[in-house]
């Protein structure tokens, strides 16, 4: 019982962590560095490795922590690569290019935080707008209009809550590119036709800064699921707090914050309420009454005072009538605590009556097999038969057995299947 109550309120408690957290979900990017044309070029043209002179600049909008969009703006520069012996001739292309890109936060899918919260990799693609405008050679000053696909990875290390270093590799494929990156031809002969075909290829290699905009804890980038749960130091008040409500001051088994007598004494009877049991209804409470089950005043300690009835058929009456058992938990053969003290007074019983012995029986609701419900109401009985032996009994005075489903109860009830999970007892 305690365990089913501290994991409900866990479950709460956590539920509401996860309800009070958010991210951000803005940025702004900036980022320099190198490009590299690759094709086409006229032969007596060559571009460096790495040329440096582009510049890109981002906004981007995470719709969750995994993925997004990013509206950016690249512009640079592209030059010969140079040569002692004069057999590269010069060129200088200006480029300029519009993308909307989606965006996939791989640190989050692929789950990093299983071994770093410092890295980061997103993967962007998409597409977009550009011109190119060679200002040497024969097209010089030739706007060359174009599309462009756009795909790059981009790897980052958080240098704080609000920004993140990042380096970034992207190739760009331009459509409908007319003229050769050098301006000293055209692709195809008639340049008004344009071309239309994905003809021209490219890739920049950058180092930058992201940005990121917002009063949350975490930008999306870093933010992990598993946080908007509660810290291990939040979780250990919580639990802490929860152990102090189930506390059971009483040893009755009914924590203080559900027990309505929380000061019953040892051994008492109580019910899930944890409130003293007088099963007679005669003012005098079960563990101290000589004649639970028959009302008397409390002057002969509960017993009547018309006739003189031995103690022995006043419990022989209630096992008969079925006044004393053990319950269980659905599916369950540990007793429940609150009704254990069934068992107590059977074992204090037999103790001042040495020549009485008792069948202990087990029964369990219509719910499941019947085959397996038979085994359940044995082992129901023989955990009754072990607390009786473990409180000092003799097991040769003692039987136990089960027998199966109760069909006497309600099965569509709720109320009357507990009634059905129990060990009972027989006087032989």
């Not at 995470?62 to 690569?81: I, P, R, T």
Request: aromatic share 12%; with cysteine; charged share 25%.
């Amino acid at each position: 019982m305690k365990k089913l109550i501290l994991s409900t309120l866990m479950a709460g408690a956590l539920a509401i962590g996860a309800n009070a957290q958010d991210f951000d979900k803005w940025s702004l990017e900036v980022n320099g560095g190198f490009n590299k044309p690759m094709a086409p070029l006229n032969k007596n043209f060559l571009s460096p490795s790495l040329n440096l002179g582009h510049v890109d600049f981002g906004v981007r909008y995470m719709v969750n922590e995994k993925f997004g969009l990013k509206l950016d703006y690249g512009f640079g520069s592209m030059k010969e690569a140079g040569s002692d012996d004069a057999l590269t001739q010069e060129f200088d292309t200006k480029y300029y290019r519009l993308d909307l890109q989606g965006v996939a936060n791989m640190g989050r899918v692929f789950n990093f935080e299983s071994f770093t919260r410092t890295f980061g990799l997103l993967l962007h693609g998409g597409a977009g707008i550009g011109l190119v405008n060679p200002e040497m050679n024969a097209y010089n000053d030739f706007d060359d209009n174009v599309y462009n696909f756009i795909f790059g990875i981009t790897p980052q290390v958080k240098l704080g809550k609000s920004v993140a270093l990042v380096g970034d590799i992207s190739t760009i494929i331009n459509g409908r590119q007319t003229v050769t990156w050098d301006g000293a031809e055209a692709i195809r002969p008639d340049i008004s036709n344009g071309y239309y075909g994905a003809n021209g290829t490219w890739w920049t290699g950058t180092l930058g800064l992201q940005f990121y905009l917002g009063g949350n804890e975490e930008h999306a980038d870093w933010y992990i699921a598993a946080d908007k749960y509660a810290t291990k130091e939040e979780l250990a008040t919580q639990i802490n707090g929860i152990k102090d409500m189930l506390k059971d001051s009483d040893g009755d088994g009914v924590p203080d914050y559900l027990d309505k007598e929380p000061n019953t004494p040892a051994g008492a009877r109580v019910n899930s309420a944890g409130v003293t049991m007088d099963s007679d209804g005669d003012g005098t409470p079960d563990h101290m009454d000589n004649c639970p089950f028959l009302p008397g005043p409390a002057s002969t300690n509960g017993c009547p005072v018309e006739e003189v009835v031995e103690q022995l058929d006043f419990f022989k009456k209630a096992i008969n009538d079925g006044y004393v058992n053990v319950y269980y938990a659905f599916d369950s053969s540990k007793p429940l605590g609150y009704s254990t003290s069934a068992a107590s007074y059977v074992s204090n019983f037999m103790k001042k009556n040495p020549g009485v012995s008792v069948e202990i029986k087990g029964y369990a609701d219509e719910l499941g097999p019947e085959d397996y419900n038979m085994k359940l109401s044995e082992r129901r009985a023989k955990a009754v038969y072990d607390l009786l032996i473990a409180s000092g009994v003799d097991a040769s005075r003692l039987s136990y057995k089960g027998y199966g489903e109760d069909t006497s109860v309600d099965k569509s009830s709720a109320d009357a299947r507990q009634m059905a999970r129990r060990a009972s007892f027989e006087v032989k």
